[in-house]
Each structure stands twice: as C-alpha cells, then as structure tokens.
C-alpha cells in the first residue's frame, strides 16, 4: 500500500530517476522490516522446528512482491527477466563483496543449477541430481534426497508451488518429475505415482523407447505446472509435444503437438504422414508466463535429424517456433518461426524475457527471444507482431541429394547481430604468426558465405557463431523497468559437414547414425565437449559404456532403444578401433533395422562431427572477441554497450587480456544497478559490471567455472549472491563441484 502511494504520488511530481529512487528507498526500509520480524524468530528458536520450516517455504514469494528477499523461481521469476529488486548491494559498494560460504558436493562433475532460496532454504542439485537444501545464510545442509538414479544429465532448476497451506518442490531428475516437501525433502506420495512422473509417457509412442530428460525445470499457471524435455538429435526421438499437469495430483492436464497431427495447423508443412516417424521439436531449454494474460511463451528446437532433412521436406511447423499459447488450456495463440526446415541445429537456446518497451510512441509490452544466430527478435506480447523490421531473405538450395532447404528465412533487421556471422580472412587468428599461417591455410578448404549456407558432401561449411553460440541456454537479464536487456555470447566460429554412410559392419553403422553426431566419423570427437572415444576400453569396462549409452552423459542423451543385438554390434565396433567395414546384413538384420531409423532418407548422410575452429594450440582460430556481453535499449534497438566477457589466464599473463571467451550460464541484474554473471569456463570468475556503462567493478574467484546462472537473495537484512561452480567442461583445470555465496562484510 506505501508503496503503491508513494508510486501516485511520485507520478505528478518527481522525475524518473527520483522516482526509482524514491522507490528503492522505501523497498529498502520494508526489506530491513521484514529481516528483522525474521530475525525476532530466528531468535525464539522458530526456526529450529520442521513446521516453521513448512511455513517459511509456504510463503516464499507470494506476499508483496516490492518486499520480495528469495529467489523463489528459475531465473528469478516466471517472466524470465532475471532481474531481483534487492539493493543493498550497489555499483558504490560492490568491490567490498568477499566469499560468504561454500559447500562442497564432494564428487567431480558438472551442474548447471540456477538455485532456488525460499525463506532461508537454497535449493541445489549435485553432479549426479542429488537434491538438497543448504542453509542460505551458512551454506549448511539441511537435508538431503537422493532418488537412487545416478542422473549425468544437467538439470538447471527447481519449480516451487504453494497455496499458502501446501508447498511442493519439484525436481528434474533424468526423465523423472518429483513431488518433495521442501521442509523435508521428502517425495510427497500422493502426486503421480508415488511421489512422482514418468516423463517419458504421454508422447504417443512407446515409453520404454523414448529419450527424454528434464534438463529445464517447468513453470507455474496457477495449479498447472507446464514444461517440456530434452530429446535426441538423431532418429529415432519422441515427439516434442509440450504438456501440463496438475500439480496436486499429476494427472495431465492439456497437451500441445508440435509435429502437428492430421487436421492441425502446420500439419500441411511435413510431408504427408511425417508425425508418425518425425521427432524432436521440442522445448528443452524452458519457458516464461504472462501471468496477467494467461498466455505461457514456449521456444522450440529443431526437428531430428538436425543436420539432414530429405524425410521432413517442408518448413515443419512448430520446429523452432516461438509459440504463444493459452496456458490454462495449451490452444495457440500465435506463433513465430525463427528458422524454416532447420537443418543447421539453429533451435532457441533459452527463454524469452518478457518486457515493456516504448514503441510508436506508446508503453507496449513485449517478449525478446534471443537466438544462436546473434539476433533478437522482438514481438508485442498479445498479437505476435513484430516490433522490429523482419525481412524473409533468400539463401542459396542446398545439393546433397534429397534435401530440399528453405527458400527464405526470417531476418531482423534492428537490433544489429551480437555476433559476428561471416567469417572472412581478414578475421583470422593473429596470435602468432603460426596460428596465422595454420588458419590461413585452413580457411582455404572451407565453404563460408555467411548464414544459412546449407552444409555440403565432404566440405567443411563454417558456421558461425557456432553450433554453441551466440545466445545460450544461460538467456538474456532484462531491466524491467528501463526496457534495456542484457545478453552474453559466444563468437566462435565452427565447422561441419555431411558425408555419405558407407558400407559398413553392424556397429560402425549403428554409430555413424547415432555417434557420429557428436563424436565424429573418426571416433576422434572434439574434446572436451565431444570426447575422444579412441580406445575406450582402456577407459570404460563394457557395462560402464553400456551405461552410458542409455542414460547419456553431460551433453550426451540417452539411447534406451540401443539394446541387445544392435547394441552387441556397437560396443564391438566401439572396442575395436582396427575393424575393418562388412556387410551389415551378415549381421541380421536390414541397414534400416540395425540402425534403429524410423525413414531410409536419414540413411543415407550423417553428419561429420561438430568441429570448433581451433588453432593447433587450443585457442580460437579468429581474431577476438571470442566472448561478449552486450547491452541493447529494446526501446530503440541501439547497443548501448559491448565488452568482452572471460579471458584465458595463460594469455592474459602475457598480456592479451580482453579475449573474451566461452561462456555458458546467464547475467542477472538488481535494483543496485549491478550485473552479475559468471559463465566464463577457463579463468574461474564471477564478475559484477555496471549496468549502465559495462564497466567491469568486482571480479571474485571461484574454485571451479560458474557455468550457471547465479541467483541473488537476502537473509537476516543481507543480500548474497550464490553460484553453482564446476570443473567438467574444462578437464585441464581443476575439478569439483562446489556453491559459492558472496556478501558484503
């Protein structure tokens, strides 16, 4: 209520400025209220019982939202904007932030967790999904709930319900939805089947066969938790359909088919019958709400298999499409297609921010979706219009036989690319005149004639930015209040090709259809994203690999249709790097059958392998900046302000310091006025910058890379800023897995 006064009034007499001040002022003083109610009980020994416990987790963030001191949704709110309200650290005090605490997960992995803080539980997940819930003003273990999966897949979050009488936290563990009560940990029994949902039904198939694993948590409508999975990148893949279910009971509640059936919208886009073999299109990289609208905005990936199309001709309806649907009941409501007949795996990486933005001389408001290609797309939230130019350009046909690519694609023409998309010569490394000479020499053999350059037979076809760039899963932070979004990138260019399958033994065939994605032809990989997988015997027993194989691993889906004969053949081939090609039907069993395809036409080219352009030393092979972040007034579509984002300590030292470089996990901003993202993979760091002008003020160490998304909340009237860390994605540095908290003294 003071609030919402101070807000009328402010409007007839101070100016904007004075007034966000004014603002903060006041949440400021609300926030100490609160801290100190809470401390009181603190004090009287409350906290110490499990129904206070219950209670604090109850409220979370349902009360006045100006008063709001959790992290209390993925990303910081089902609006996608990774924005917190918290001001108590600022652009003048940040450079006194100093480690708070640190827990330690005790065994080496990766986590990509953006973690929830309800009350004063925080909400995190250990290299193999153990669940657990910290202290947040310690770092001390409350409790601790292993679902007895040893899970290797990312699992980025948390979704929290409450009704004010009940809460729920649930959990993505592999292809597994858990019902815990956040005070104990414990599955809630009555929620789906004892406590919990197979993912894996509901998809119109066979559930034993289907690969899907919750790398993203869900969002909140009401009593409907919507949510999609990750998939296979290669035939066969489930259909990415998106689904809600009741989140008292589990029981469905709508679903929407992004590979359309008979009689639905876009079903005229694939060729006739293609949603019995089609799969994938799928959401595996999360959502945002409009609450007030009723309207969840869900991005889309592409269609399998992502490199070659000849069995899907057509723009495939919903695949990478922005859709906007009803979220009470899943109809749509309209849509956007980012990329017709994706064939270069150019999928929405992450969710899009919902905004406010002047346009055409009025408040409007907005969702922003970034893109790996380096754009933004801009679209009023209600009617699906375009706020931004979008022009349908024409790109060269693609000549393997049997693809048919896409005529045009979609082209924002504001704002600009945040990363480069042609690679020429005169971008080639400087490093050292050997880096020069050795890329120079390399680029000649490339085809590279900017994006959408359909990928040939045998030639290396640049891609860039690359198959991991520019926009990641990490997603943009938004200034709810400025209409100014924040989005860091990875500018590196990659490389990639198609090749015939030649005649080949049972299990060399099994892998170039399912392996060679991502391993190469050659077994060779890219490492350390893609692992060698020369002589993995000597590394892995038979079971270990097999394991694997059906669970994946990191990056890696699983494949659970890989099994007996077929997977017989593939750990042979895998075990046996001298076997030489034989006739697969000696094997039993046609090419197609052996394959596990669902069409001929996928048989006939596999993708080579990603491959990132890297000089003989390790490093990218372009001049830099081989990281950014960027900062772009969405009013307008100007820049405001661009800085490289990471550095590699070794060349730093001497005395290359503004590289940029890779980066995975996303920025989030506070009512300070203060940005703060880690990501970096090589130098170990969680940086704050000034929101307003990208001037870097704080950098603290980390023990491990902060490959997530932080989260920022307060406890007893002091706000921290809490990282998950780990070493997997960079296997010469340390490893670990380790939550760092920073506050100030």
């Known amino acids: 209520m003071l609030i919402q006064l101070v807000l009328r009034l402010s409007e007839h007499w101070i100016s904007q400025n004075m007034r966000n001040e004014l603002i903060g002022a006041v949440r400021a003083c609300a926030i100490v209220a609160v801290s100190a109610i809470a401390a009181t009980a603190l004090w009287l020994g409350a906290w110490h019982s499990p129904s206070y416990a219950a209670q604090v987790a109850a409220k979370g963030k349902r009360g006045n939202p100006e008063l709001q001191a959790d992290w209390a949704t993925y990303n910081g709110g089902v609006t996608g904007d990774h924005y917190s309200p918290l001001n108590q650290i600022t652009t003048e005090n940040v450079q006194r932030l100093e480690q708070a605490w640190q827990f330690d997960a005790g065994i080496e992995g990766g986590v990509q967790t953006n973690p929830l803080m309800i009350g004063r539980a925080l909400y995190g997940y250990g290299p193999t999904l153990q669940v657990f819930a910290l202290d947040g003003a310690t770092g001390k273990e409350l409790w601790q709930f292993n679902s007895g999966i040893i899970g290797r897949q990312p699992s980025r979050g948390f979704t929290y319900w409450s009704d004010g009488k009940q809460s729920r936290l649930f959990a993505y563990i592999m292809n597994f939805l858990y019902a815990l009560d956040p005070a104990t940990g414990k599955p809630i029994r009555d929620f789906g089947e004892n406590g919990r949902l197979d993912m894996r039904k509901h998809l119109g198939s066979d559930y034993k066969q289907n690969t899907v694993a919750l790398t993203t948590p869900g969002v909140l409508y009401h009593d409907l938790l919507i949510l999609g999975f990750r998939a296979p990148e290669t035939n066969p893949a489930p259909h990415g359909g998106i689904r809600a279910y009741n989140v008292r009971t589990g029981k469905l509640a709508w679903s929407f088919h992004t590979i359309p059936h008979p009689g639905e919208k876009g079903y005229e886009t694939w060729p006739e019958g293609a949603w019995k073999t089609a799969?994938?299109?799928?959401?595996?990289?999360?959502?945002?709400?409009?609450?007030?609208?009723?309207?969840?905005?869900?991005?889309?990936?592409?269609?399998?298999?992502?490199?070659?199309?000849?069995?899907?001709?057509?723009?495939?309806?919903?695949?990478?499409?922005?859709?906007?649907?009803?979220?009470?009941?899943?109809?749509?409501?309209?849509?956007?297609?980012?990329?017709?007949?994706?064939?270069?795996?150019?999928?929405?990486?992450?969710?899009?921010?919902?905004?406010?933005?002047?346009?055409?001389?009025?408040?409007?408001?907005g969702v922003a979706q970034t893109t790996k290609q380096g754009f933004v797309f801009v679209f009023d939230r209600v009617t699906g219009k375009s706020l931004f130019p979008i022009e349908e350009r024409s790109f060269p046909a693609s000549d393997v036989p049997g693809e048919v690519s896409a005529r045009t694609q979609p082209i924002p023409l504001v704002p600009l690319p945040f990363a480069r998309q042609r690679l020429t010569a005169d971008m080639l490394s400087t490093r050292?005149?050997?880096?020069?000479?050795?890329?120079?020499?390399?680029?000649?053999?490339?085809?590279?004639?900017?994006?959408?350059?359909?990928?040939?037979?045998?030639?290396?076809?640049?891609?860039?930015?690359?198959?991991?760039?520019?926009?990641?899963?990490?997603?943009?932070?938004?200034?709810?209040?400025?209409?100014?979004?924040?989005?860091?990138?990875?500018?590196?260019?990659?490389?990639?090709?198609?090749?015939?399958?030649?005649?080949?033994?049972?299990?060399?065939?099994?892998?170039?259809?399912?392996?060679?994605?991502?391993?190469?032809?050659?077994?060779?990989?890219?490492?350390?994203?893609?692992?060698?997988?020369?002589?993995?015997?000597?590394?892995?027993?038979?079971?270990?690999?097999?394991?694997?194989?059906?669970?994946?691993?990191?990056?890696?889906?699983?494949?659970?249709?890989?099994?007996?004969?077929?997977?017989?053949?593939?750990?042979?081939?895998?075990?046996?790097?001298?076997?030489?090609?034989?006739?697969?039907?000696?094997?039993?069993?046609?090419?197609?059958?052996?394959?596990?395809?669902?069409?001929?036409?996928?048989?006939?080219?596999?993708?080579?392998?990603?491959?990132?352009?890297?000089?003989?030393?390790?490093?990218?092979?372009?001049?830099?900046?081989?990281?950014?972040?960027?900062?772009?007034?969405?009013?307008?579509?100007?820049?405001?302000?661009?800085?490289?984002?990471?550095?590699?300590?070794?060349?730093?030292?001497?005395?290359?310091?503004?590289?940029?470089?890779?980066?995975?996990?996303?920025?989030?901003?506070?009512?300070?006025?203060?940005?703060?993202?880690?990501?970096?993979?090589?130098?170990?760091?969680?940086?704050?910058?000034?929101?307003?002008?990208?001037?870097?003020?704080?950098?603290?160490?980390?023990?491990?890379?902060?490959?997530?998304?932080?989260?920022?909340?307060?406890?007893?009237?002091?706000?921290?800023?809490?990282?998950?860390?780990?070493?997997?994605?960079?296997?010469?540095?340390?490893?670990?897995?380790?939550?760092?908290?920073?506050?100030?003294?």
Not at 313 to 332: E, I, P, R, S, Y
Not at 612 to 619: C, I, M, T
Request: charged share 15%; aromatic share 10%; glycine share 12%.
């Open 279 to 365: 799969g994938a299109a799928n959401n595996w990289t999360g959502m945002s709400v409009d609450e007030a609208r009723g309207i969840v905005y869900v991005p889309t990936g592409s269609a399998v298999s992502d490199f070659y199309g000849a069995d899907r001709v057509g723009d495939n309806l919903f695949a990478d499409t922005l859709l906007a649907l009803d979220a009470k009941t899943g109809k749509m409501l309209w849509h956007f297609q980012g990329v017709h007949h994706d064939i270069w795996d150019r999928d929405f990486p992450s969710p899009p921010a919902l905004i406010t933005v002047r346009h055409e001389g009025k408040m409007v408001d």
């Open 432 to 745: 050292t005149p050997e880096a020069h000479t050795w890329a120079l020499e390399q680029f000649k053999v490339f085809q590279s004639d900017g994006l959408f350059v359909p990928l040939s037979l045998d030639k290396q076809t640049v891609v860039f930015p690359g198959f991991d760039g520019g926009g990641e899963w990490g997603g943009p932070a938004v200034n709810p209040h400025s209409g100014v979004i924040y989005i860091n990138a990875n500018d590196l260019p990659w490389t990639g090709a198609l090749t015939a399958n030649k005649e080949a033994s049972a299990g060399e065939l099994t892998y170039q259809t399912q392996c060679a994605l991502c391993h190469a032809g050659d077994r060779r990989g890219n490492p350390p994203a893609f692992p060698s997988l020369m002589h993995i015997q000597t590394r892995l027993s038979r079971p270990q690999i097999s394991e694997i194989i059906h669970n994946g691993k990191g990056r890696m889906v699983g494949f659970p249709n890989l099994r007996d004969a077929q997977l017989a053949h593939l750990l042979d081939f895998l075990e046996d790097s001298t076997s030489a090609p034989s006739n697969p039907a000696s094997a039993g069993g046609s090419r197609r059958e052996l394959a596990g395809q669902t069409s001929a036409a996928a048989l006939k080219y596999h993708f080579t392998g990603y491959r990132k352009f890297l000089d003989p030393d390790g490093y990218p092979a372009v001049v830099p900046p081989w990281g950014t972040l960027n900062a772009i007034d969405l009013n307008t579509g100007n820049y405001l302000w661009r800085v490289p984002l990471g550095q590699y300590p070794e060349l730093a030292a001497k005395g290359m310091t503004n590289t940029g470089s890779e980066n995975y996990g996303g920025p989030i901003l506070t009512a300070g006025g203060v940005l703060f993202i880690g990501a970096t993979i090589y130098d170990r760091k969680l940086r704050a910058f000034d929101a307003k002008t990208g001037r870097l003020l704080w950098e603290g160490k980390l023990p491990y890379a902060g490959m997530a998304t932080p989260s920022t909340y307060m406890i007893d009237g002091k706000q921290y800023v809490v990282i998950a860390t780990s070493g997997s994605r960079n296997p010469k540095g340390p490893q670990g897995v380790a939550y760092i908290a920073f506050a100030l003294p």
